[in-house]
């Protein structure tokens, strides 16, 4: 399958542990999203990479929050001294800026309860 | 208020009837997208579209751009189709997608 991986699909951890997630986009795909999607809601822009570079973070970004994509291919998101409100779908998706499309195809989600 | 806002926000119909989901936008925008997301999580593109219509086997999206408005139809429903199914825009020199609510579609057998 060559679709957008994330893992883990699903993560349960206690207030104020820190959590890791994972993409790995489709490969040619040059920009990568990270979205969040709380229940009941459509999802919500954190921030998009192209290539290495962060180019964009929503305030809903605070400053627990950091992601990154060191080699233009896999994104990490990391959320420090996690909060109830944190628990939510967390989204990736990726494009390819060549030509006219700007697509984005997404991954399945990983689903953070925080208890 | 939202920028992008759907209706209804919950629909159930009967197998095979015709449906109609819309979406209104306040901005200024060079693409809309319809997307399909079924329990667990998973989103599904559809449609991406800047002007007129598109269609995909039983699924027709429209839009118009003067009005800020766009219509996901499903013709002949099927209890399959149930799913969220979700509007998102891209405005004029952005990158990123504004999501609406979502509308959750049941078809009953």
């Known amino acids: 399958d060559t679709g957008v991986s994330q893992d883990p699909r699903h993560k349960i951890t206690k207030r104020g542990q820190n959590v890791t997630f994972r993409c790995d986009p489709i490969s040619e795909h040059n920009r990568l999203y990270w979205y969040r999607q709380t229940l009941g809601q459509g999802p919500e822009f954190l921030t998009y990479?192209?290539?290495?570079?962060?180019?964009?973070k929503s305030r809903l970004l605070s400053d627990r929050f950091s992601a990154e994509r060191p080699k233009g291919s896999f994104s990490t998101l990391e959320i420090q001294r996690t909060e109830q409100g944190d628990s939510a779908m967390y989204l990736c998706?990726?494009?390819?800026?060549?030509?006219?499309?700007?697509?984005?195809?997404f991954g399945p989600g990983t689903r953070l309860t925080v208890t | 208020k939202n920028e992008v806002e759907q209706s209804p926000q919950n629909l159930t119909a009967q197998e095979g009837e015709f449906i109609t989901i819309n979406c209104s936008y306040s901005?200024?925008?060079?693409?809309l997208h319809w997307l399909q997301q079924h329990p667990g999580g998973g989103i599904v593109s559809l449609f991406m579209l800047s002007s007129g219509k598109k269609k995909h086997g039983r699924l027709i999206a429209t839009i118009n751009i003067q009005e800020k408005h766009s219509s996901l139809h499903i013709t002949a429903s099927h209890p399959r189709d149930s799913a969220v199914y979700i509007c998102?825009?891209?405005?004029?020199?952005?990158?990123?997608?504004?999501f609406g609510q979502g509308t959750r579609l049941t078809i009953n057998p």
């Open positions: 998706a990726s494009s390819f800026t060549g030509g006219d499309s700007y697509e984005q195809y």
């Open positions: 998102a825009v891209r405005s004029q020199g952005a990158q990123k997608l504004v």
């Open positions: 990479f192209q290539n290495e570079a962060q180019l964009e």
């Open positions: 901005v200024g925008i060079s693409a």
